[in-house]
């Protein structure tokens, strides 16, 4: 929310801690003193989305809510935050905007339907500087993975479509020789296929079909099940599985079946023109950033659809997801999972003899999960994308937390590796009245075969 104060005329900014009521029974936003804004930004292309009436307010009612947060701030807070480590991570993003490790970003704390959300930042260095907003819309990277193509392979195993243990090969048959045969759906899903890291991208090709010929010609650097080897070519594979058995394109089945009934309603691929004013810009190349344009290289030359990246998405949307999935695969009454999938979804699915635990998709404890910090404990699970986004989830508290930035705008020197982790930390630690030191199931440290 933003509200205006003419005399001054300019924005005082204010940060909304909001209480998610059930099952679609609408939200309640209490706001406390900040520096968040939502839209109303003038970006470089020239558009500019303007505040309703109804925030606009003279000076006598700016300093009656301001009033009004200062009191109702601290009964909110009561039994959900601690307000000093919710300033911690305030301050922590703002030190890694002031030493340029990312422009800005988006943070969304949750914890049993409250939210802390914020903007931090800017959105946009190049070609003009624009405020971070909290409706801004991010490139997901790889992020796309586990909200994007493994739920809709999931939904399809759901359906009896797809078989977890069945070989690549029954829905890709070009996928075979050289062991390739050997590789299952799950091994795709847990980066144990043995594939190496990428296809290559310096040549000039183009479309899906190319890049499945490409990966279907790589070869396997570990046998299938053996080691865990983090590869965009799982991901790749997968989202054609799904097109496949479908016999739909990866982003209009993951539309039809899991954004559109979550009413996640900036998700999605191949974002359209009218909203390239809220999209996040990244990399600058011959002097203009990608915007709206995926920055993976790889989703790029396919199109911009593609298994391992190219989805764009909001916190809020993220947020719709990830309750969804603390809810056991319900949101607002919409039934999107049944429960049984997202429990197999979210638990250590790497065989014994590997020591990175991972979901299908999902990171649970592995050289990646940074983002889970020294607090929440091995068994909540999250993901991460390349251009400075991350999610991790904790079901035993009814926590997630959410960080969306660009941190390869302008150049891919930022880096949000230390920060996310340090958010995780902070996140943990704000929770008020949970003992993350004893909970009923979490996975002990040292390895797949520690419980």
Same mark, same amino acid.
């Given at each position: 929310?933003?509200?205006?104060?003419?005399?001054?005329?300019?924005?005082?900014?204010?940060? *909304?801690?909001?209480?998610? *009521? @059930?099952?679609?029974?609408?939200?309640?936003?209490?706001?406390?003193?900040?520096?968040?804004?939502?839209?109303?930004?003038?970006?470089?292309?020239?558009?500019? $989305? $303007?505040?309703?009436?109804?925030?606009?307010?003279?000076?006598?009612?700016? *300093?009656?809510?301001?009033?009004?947060?200062?009191?109702?701030?601290?009964?909110?807070?009561?039994?959900?935050?601690?307000?000093?480590?919710?300033?911690?991570?305030?301050?922590?993003?703002?030190? *890694?905007?002031?030493?340029?490790?990312?422009?800005?970003?988006?943070?969304?704390? !949750?914890?049993?339907?409250?939210?802390?959300?914020?903007?931090?930042?800017? $959105?946009?260095?190049?070609?003009?500087? !624009? @405020?971070?907003?909290?409706?801004?819309?991010?490139?997901?990277?790889?992020?796309?993975?586990?909200?994007?193509?493994?739920?809709?392979?999931?939904?399809?195993?759901?359906?009896?479509?797809?078989?977890?243990?069945?070989?690549?090969?029954?829905?890709?048959?070009?996928?075979?020789?050289? %062991?390739?045969?050997?590789?299952?759906?799950?091994?795709?899903?847990?980066?144990?296929?043995?594939?190496?890291?990428?296809?290559?991208?310096?040549?000039?090709?183009?479309?899906?079909?190319?890049?499945?010929?490409?990966?279907?010609?790589?070869?396997?650097?570990?046998?299938?099940?053996?080691?865990?080897?983090?590869?965009?070519?799982?991901?790749?594979?997968?989202?054609?599985?799904?097109?496949?058995?479908?016999?739909?394109?990866?982003?209009?089945?993951?539309?039809?079946?899991?954004?559109?009934?979550?009413?996640?309603?900036?998700?999605?691929?191949?974002?359209?023109? !009218?909203?390239?004013?809220?999209?996040?810009?990244? !990399?600058?190349? &011959?002097?203009?950033?990608?915007?709206?344009?995926?920055?993976? @290289?790889?989703?790029?030359?396919?199109?911009?659809?593609?298994?391992?990246?190219?989805?764009?998405?909001?916190?809020?949307?993220?947020?719709?997801?990830?309750?969804?999935?603390?809810?056991?695969?319900?949101? &607002?009454?919409?039934?999107?999972?049944?429960?049984?999938?997202?429990?197999?979804?979210?638990?250590?699915?790497? @065989?014994?003899?590997?020591?990175?635990?991972? %979901?299908?998709?999902?990171?649970?404890?592995?050289?990646?999960?940074?983002?889970?910090?020294?607090?929440?404990?091995?068994?909540?699970?999250?993901?991460?994308?390349?251009?400075?986004?991350?999610?991790?989830?904790?079901?035993?508290?009814?926590?997630?937390?959410?960080?969306?930035?660009?941190?390869?705008?302008?150049?891919?020197?930022?880096?949000?590796?230390?920060?996310?982790?340090?958010?995780?930390?902070?996140?943990?630690?704000?929770?008020?009245?949970?003992?993350?030191?004893?909970?009923? %199931?979490?996975?002990?440290?040292?390895?797949?075969?520690?419980?």
């Amino acid at each position: 929310m933003r509200v205006k104060t003419p005399s001054a005329n300019r924005e005082v900014e204010l940060v *909304a801690l909001r209480r998610v *009521a @059930p099952r679609g029974c609408g939200a309640t936003d209490l706001l406390v003193p900040g520096d968040s804004t939502h839209s109303g930004a003038r970006c470089a292309g020239g558009c500019c $989305r $303007r505040a309703t009436p109804s925030t606009s307010f003279g000076a006598a009612s700016l *300093a009656l809510l301001i009033l009004f947060s200062l009191f109702a701030a601290p009964q909110v807070f009561a039994g959900v935050f601690r307000p000093e480590k919710l300033a911690a991570m305030d301050a922590t993003i703002n030190e *890694a905007i002031a030493s340029n490790q990312c422009p800005g970003g988006v943070l969304w704390l !949750e914890h049993n339907g409250t939210a802390y959300h914020k903007a931090f930042g800017s $959105r946009a260095l190049v070609p003009a500087r !624009e @405020p971070m907003t909290g409706d801004t819309i991010f490139d997901a990277a790889s992020l796309t993975k586990v909200v994007a193509t493994a739920p809709a392979v999931l939904l399809l195993v759901e359906r009896g479509q797809v078989k977890l243990d069945a070989p690549v090969q029954a829905y890709i048959p070009e996928f075979n020789g050289d %062991g390739r045969e050997l590789v299952t759906v799950r091994e795709l899903l847990t980066h144990t296929s043995g594939l190496p890291p990428d296809i290559e991208t310096k040549t000039d090709w183009h479309g899906q079909a190319e890049a499945i010929k490409k990966a279907c010609a790589e070869k396997l650097q570990s046998r299938p099940g053996t080691a865990f080897k983090y590869s965009d070519i799982n991901f790749v594979l997968l989202g054609e599985i799904v097109q496949r058995v479908s016999q739909t394109p990866l982003e209009v089945f993951v539309q039809r079946e899991i954004y559109a009934p979550l009413k996640m309603t900036d998700t999605g691929f191949l974002p359209s023109k !009218e909203k390239l004013c809220r999209i996040a810009p990244t !990399e600058v190349v &011959d002097g203009q950033p990608w915007r709206g344009v995926v920055h993976d @290289p790889t989703a790029r030359h396919m199109g911009g659809v593609a298994g391992d990246a190219g989805l764009f998405t909001t916190a809020a949307d993220l947020a719709r997801y990830a309750r969804m999935l603390l809810n056991l695969g319900e949101l &607002d009454g919409v039934r999107v999972f049944q429960p049984a999938t997202v429990k197999l979804m979210t638990s250590v699915q790497t @065989p014994p003899e590997i020591s990175a635990r991972r %979901g299908l998709g999902w990171d649970i404890d592995s050289t990646y999960s940074g983002p889970r910090g020294e607090i929440f404990p091995i068994g909540s699970y999250g993901h991460t994308g390349w251009t400075g986004g991350s999610l991790w989830i904790d079901p035993s508290s009814k926590t997630f937390l959410i960080f969306l930035s660009n941190r390869n705008h302008p150049t891919e020197a930022g880096n949000v590796i230390a920060l996310r982790h340090r958010l995780g930390t902070l996140a943990a630690a704000a929770v008020e009245h949970i003992d993350f030191t004893n909970v009923a %199931g979490a996975l002990n440290p040292g390895g797949n075969g520690a419980k």
